[in-house]
T-cell receptor, first 111, second 110 residues
């Protein structure tokens, strides 16, 4: 069946270092969504990418959607302690009204 | 403010008990979802509903039941048939841009 994978599973960085998480789908996606979940909190929608090769920025966060629309990445420049959390990607499932969430990448930032 | 309200925040269940988790939204969204999250894991879909009086099983529906009598409400019942119910339960609604999640209910079997 359709799968959405993310790497790495965990990442520990020194504050100020950059961070990247990668998302890969077994099928072509019409769009990809990214969410952030703080420790003890709930997922919060960050962004949706729709176009092949699309790049969007939100302050220090840069999101990319691959040319083949099967992969995506989230890059954080100069991490801060407020970036701590788990970042999930999600893509449409076989049913139009469902999304498949990746397992997430947990980011720890060492002050 | 518009949003999704889940209650209670923490819930303790004895073995063999059914418990119901509440989910209310004032976003006027048609589609609502229930997810289960285990420690260090991703989100697994339990049930979802696209319109009132209609709902479909997700990937892990066994041991759970739902109802959708009103657009605003989508309660989840964790039955005694669910063998390992301890988890974090998240309710969500969907727009064309993404999901909005409630703050979740942490269920523990004691």
């Amino acid at each position: 069946g359709q799968q959405v994978m993310q790497i790495p599973q965990y990442q520990h960085v020194q504050e100020g270092e950059d961070f990247t998480t990668y998302c890969n789908s077994s099928t072509t996606l019409s769009n990809i969504q990214w969410y952030k979940q703080r420790p003890g909190g709930h997922p919060v929608f960050l962004i949706q990418l729709v176009k092949s090769g699309e790049v969007k920025k939100q302050k220090r966060l840069t999101f990319q959607f691959g040319e083949a629309k099967k992969n995506s990445s989230l890059h954080i420049t100069a991490t801060q302690t407020t970036d701590v959390g788990t970042y999930f990607c999600a893509g449409p499932g076989t049913s139009y009204d469902k999304v498949i969430f990746g397992p997430g990448t947990s980011l720890s930032v060492i002050p | 403010d518009g949003g999704i309200t889940q209650s209670p925040k923490y819930l303790f269940r004895k073995e063999g008990q059914n418990v119901t988790l509440s989910c209310e939204q004032n976003l006027n969204h048609d589609a609502m979802y229930w997810y289960r999250q285990d420690p260090g894991q991703g989100l697994r879909l339990i049930y979802y509903s696209q319109i009132v009086n209609d709902f479909q099983k997700g990937d892990i529906a066994e041991g759970y039941s739902v109802s959708r009598e009103k657009k605003e409400s989508f309660p989840l019942t964790v039955t005694s048939a669910q063998k390992n119910p301890t988890a974090f339960y998240l309710c969500a609604s969907r727009t064309q841009w993404g999901y909005t999640f409630g703050s979740g209910t942490r269920l523990t079997v004691v």
